[in-house]
Every structure is written in C-alpha cells, then in structure tokens.
C-alpha cells in the first residue's frame, strides 16, 4: 500500500530524515517507534504531502483522489461547532459526502453519539481524537495516518482507542501507520514495528520480534518466590514478592510450568524492555 525509499530531509544543519524507508500493508497496523525529535512527524508530513523531501520517494498504491487521511500533531477543529457540524463544514471543504446518513455513519464508527450537538470544546481529548479520525475517514481513504494519537489519554480511553485502530485496519483493510514514544501501546496495537532514532529507521520487524530483541530480563511477582529452587540459581534481584532475573524469551515457558510445577502461586510474569538494546541499531 505504502512503500517508501531512501527519504532525506534536512532543515538548515538538522538531519531530520535520513534515508528512511519502510512498507505497510492493507489491514496491517504498523508503528513507529521513537522519542520526541526522531523524525516521526517529518515522515508523516511528507507521506501527506505537506513536505517535499530532499531526495527519496514513496508510492502509495490506490486509485482514490484522495488515498490517505491523516492527523498530524492533533486533531484541527472548530471548537464552537458540534461534531457533525464539523464533519460537515470539513466535508464541504474538501468535496466528500455530507448527508446526514453519512455523517451520522461516521460518529457512529468512531464512537461519537450521533446526537450530541454541543460545542467539541466540551469534548473530552478521547472525544477530539475519535472525531479526528472521522474526519480523516471522511474521503473513505485506504490509509490512516496518525501521530502521536495516545497522548493525554487515560488507560481506558488507550485501550478504546486500540481497539478501535484494530477494528479499522480488520473491518475495512485500511492500512494504518501510527507512530509514538509509547512502547507499551504500540506492542498491545501494531502488527509491526519500526524503530526510529535521529532521522533513521535503526529496527524492523513484527512486533513480537522486536520487543524479544529488547526483552533481557522479567520480574516474576507470587507467593514463596524465595522457597523456589529454580530462581536460586539465577541471579536475581528482589523486590518485596517480585523477584527480577536474566531469562532467554524461548525459556520463559519452562520457567513459569517449573514455578507451578514447584508450587509457587504466580501473580504476574511479564518482561522488562530494555530501552537501551531497543534504540540500538541491529
């Protein structure tokens, strides 16, 4: 659907983009990953044509007029308006359909209330983001683009929101590219994963791979970890009924069956990411 190469783009002495390539598929949910400064947003900006980079290209593979929908940054909206009546202003502007079927529609697949008619200023940021998308939506594109769309939002509304994404990319084989710091929500939203640093893509690869390149170490938490005679002979570090040790990923599946298999009672096993190995180009 998407498939870029070689993407440059320097601003003065600052190397936003270096050499930048990546591909995403229709009804895949790729990520980029990456700390504030490391490209993400000149990426998107040029995929949405609002930047010409300095040298590269992409092709993007769709017969539509209009193939990508995007919010960069955040959601542009007319906070005195109504949702609907933003849809439909926007709609006007940009030569879509502005039935009120189809509006309606739109509220409706994002999770916004049909009829709801007070200002978006009253509108929670989950609210603003959801009514982001449907405007992103409105030209039915066969990708999304969407920067940063996790920031501010509590835990419940992040899961909403990933749910969402997934039923997108599942329901209408969008392709959809999000990009954010927030390894967590990316792990629990994308297919696959690109991880940026200063103006480079320095890993990719499906999500589970990349997050087993990162993953060195877990914390087990439960009931008479002490007494285990397995955990004895690692090195561990403990923390009152948490106890954190070096694990290979293809281990941890015979560490938690001999844990109960001893009769400890487990809390919780997860890994630790170790940001250090994620940033380092492989």
């Known amino acids: 659907m998407i498939h870029a190469q070689n993407l440059c783009k320097s601003y003065k002495e600052i190397k936003a983009l270096d050499g930048v390539g990546l591909s995403v598929k229709r009804g895949e949910v790729c990520g980029i990953l ?10 998107f900006k040029i995929l949405c044509r609002l930047v010409t980079p300095d040298s590269g290209n992409f092709v993007i593979n769709s017969t539509k007029k209009k193939a990508i929908g995007a919010i960069i940054e955040k959601p542009a ?8 009546e933003n849809l439909s202003i926007i709609s006007a502007m940009q030569g879509a359909p502005k039935d009120n079927i189809t509006l309606s529609g739109l509220l409706e697949n994002v999770g916004l209330p049909i009829g709801r008619n007070d200002p978006v200023k009253n509108f929670s940021l989950g609210m603003k983001q959801r009514l982001g998308i449907a405007i992103a939506l ?3 594109p066969d990708c999304l683009i969407l920067d940063e769309p996790f920031l501010g939002l509590d835990p419940l509304g992040m899961q909403s929101f990933r749910n969402m994404i997934k039923q997108f990319a599942h329901d209408y084989n969008l392709a959809i590219l999000i990009s954010s710091h927030l390894l967590d929500e990316l792990s629990k939203t994308c297919d696959s994963l690109h991880v940026m640093n200063n103006g480079r893509i320095i890993q990719s690869g499906s999500t589970a791979q990349i997050l087993n390149n990162s993953t060195n170490d877990y914390t087990i938490c439960g009931h008479n970890l002490s007494d285990s005679q397995i955990l004895q002979k690692q090195d561990r570090k403990i923390d009152g009924d948490c106890i954190t040790i070096k694990l290979e990923v293809a281990k941890a599946s015979f560490y938690i069956k001999s844990l109960i298999e001893e009769g400890i009672e487990i809390t919780y096993f997860g890994p630790e990411k170790n940001l250090k190995e994620l940033y380092k180009p492989k």
């Open 77 to 84: 909206l007319y906070e005195y308006l109504s949702a609907k």
């Open 138 to 140: 409105l030209n039915n």
């Open 34 to 43: 990456g700390p504030n400064g490391a490209g993400k947003s000149t990426l």
